[in-house]
Nanobody, 123 residues
Framework: VQLVESGGGSVEAGGSLRLSCQAS?????LGWFRQAPGKEREGVAV????????VYAGSVQGRFTISRDKTKNMIYLQMNSLNTEDTAMYYC????????????????????WGQGTQVTVSA
C-alpha cells in the first residue's frame, strides 16, 4: 500500500482546508493523524474499510469530516473552523486492526503511513 497526502498549507484561524490522500489499495481501514512539534502523534479521524464507520477525536468533532471516494481510491479530511491548536504535520495511514470506540484512533493500530503534509494555522 502506498499513501500520498496533499492539500496542506497555511491558513488563518477560522479558515478551512481539505487534505487528500491517494491510497494504492483501498480495501483497508484508513485514517488521518497529526503530530505537532514536541507532541506525540494522535489520531484525528478514522474510517473503517468495510461499512465506512467513522471515529473522530473529541478536539475535532463537528469541525473535521473524513470521507472517501472509492472510485478514485482517495480519502479526504475536510477541516473547518481551524484554530492554532490544529497546527501540525498531518499523516494519512492505512491497514489497521479495527477496534471499536475511540481506541480506533490509536496510531499503533495502523501499519502503513504516508509522508505527511504540513498544516499551519495562524492567529
Amino acid at each position: 500500500v502506498q499513501l500520498v497526502e496533499s492539500g496542506g498549507g497555511s491558513v488563518e484561524a477560522g479558515g478551512s482546508l481539505r487534505l487528500s490522500c491517494q491510497a494504492s489499495i483501498y480495501k483497508y481501514c484508513l485514517g488521518w493523524f497529526r503530530q505537532a512539534p514536541g507532541k506525540e502523534r494522535e489520531g484525528v479521524a478514522v474510517i473503517s474499510g468495510t461499512i465506512g464507520k467513522t471515529v473522530y477525536a473529541g478536539s475535532v468533532q463537528g469541525r473535521f469530516t473524513i470521507s472517501r471516494d472509492k472510485t478514485k481510491n482517495m480519502i479526504y479530511l475536510q477541516m473547518n473552523s481551524l484554530n492554532t491548536e490544529d497546527t501540525a504535520m498531518y499523516y494519512c495511514a492505512a491497514d489497521c486492526t479495527w477496534v471499536e470506540g475511540h481506541r480506533a484512533l490509536a496510531p499503533s493500530n495502523f501499519r502503513v503511513w504516508g509522508q505527511g503534509t504540513q498544516v499551519t494555522v495562524s492567529a
